[in-house]
């Protein structure tokens, strides 16, 4: 009976020798698993982490700057400074007169140059005449109305109307006579636009006999006091 409760408790004892061996073995090896992404997480204050993408910023461009220079920035736009050319159109200088209407012009005749016409004409005719009387072609004639302003005049050249002689010119006014004091005027120019003469201006009359108004230019010397003389041409007819 004694041997029996011995062995008893040597085999209580080896039991417990061997659980002392075992179960710290088992406490040194077993790892608990991380929670699964599917396995909701038993602990309340666990700090759940999200991990998110972060876009790639590309490099930012530096300004490479010689160790003596300083880079200054400012907040005023630099506007580069232009050279401006302002053309304008200027007039033609204003001279002094170098031609003056023959004496005794104007001269009121009938239309002879257009006789198809018969009354139903009016307008001025004549020539320009150098300080040697002869006729100088080329000329630029003017002849405005002051009722119309200078918006718009007519214009010719001498040598354009062969029935008033080599350097005639010719300009029709209107197509019916008509009483007038000075309305209209006439004027000498040269190719470029300066002026030959002062505007002369005459008068008009509604008369058929007198439809056709005859004004020559002459030459006037650069002394004031002496001008070349200009025979007065005969009848051109």
Not at 21 to 39: A, K, L, N, R
Not at 77 to 84: D, E, M, N, R, Y
Not at 216 to 232: A, G, L, R, V, W
């Amino acid at each position: 009976m004694k041997q029996k409760n011995l062995l008893t408790i040597l085999c209580a004892l080896w039991i417990m020798l061997a659980g002392c061996e075992v179960f710290p073995y088992v406490m040194e090896t077993e790892v608990q698993p991380p929670p699964s992404s599917t396995t909701p997480s038993s602990q309340p204050d666990q700090t759940q982490v999200t991990m998110t993408s972060t876009p790639e910023v590309p490099p930012t461009a530096t300004l490479d700057l010689l160790p003596d220079s300083t880079f200054t920035a400012t907040a005023t736009t630099i506007v580069p400074t232009a050279t401006l050319t302002m053309v304008t159109e200027t007039a033609p200088p204003i001279l002094p007169p170098t031609f003056r209407p023959q004496a005794g012009n104007p001269i009121y005749l009938t239309n002879f140059a257009h006789p198809e016409s018969e009354c139903h004409w009016l307008g001025i005719a004549g020539q320009v005449f150098d300080a040697q009387g002869f006729e100088v072609p080329d000329l630029t004639i003017e002849v405005g109305d002051i009722h119309i302003g200078d918006e718009q005049q007519w214009s010719t050249q001498t040598g354009s109307a062969q029935s008033y002689g080599p350097g005639g010119y010719e300009i029709q006014i209107s197509e019916i006579p008509q009483e007038s004091k000075e309305r209209f005027w006439v004027q000498v120019l040269d190719q470029n636009g300066n002026q030959l003469s002062d505007r002369i201006f005459f008068d008009t009359f509604n008369d058929c006999n007198q439809n056709l108004v005859l004004m020559n230019f002459i030459f006037i010397d650069s002394n004031p006091e002496k001008t070349m003389p200009t025979p007065t041409l005969a009848a051109y007819p």
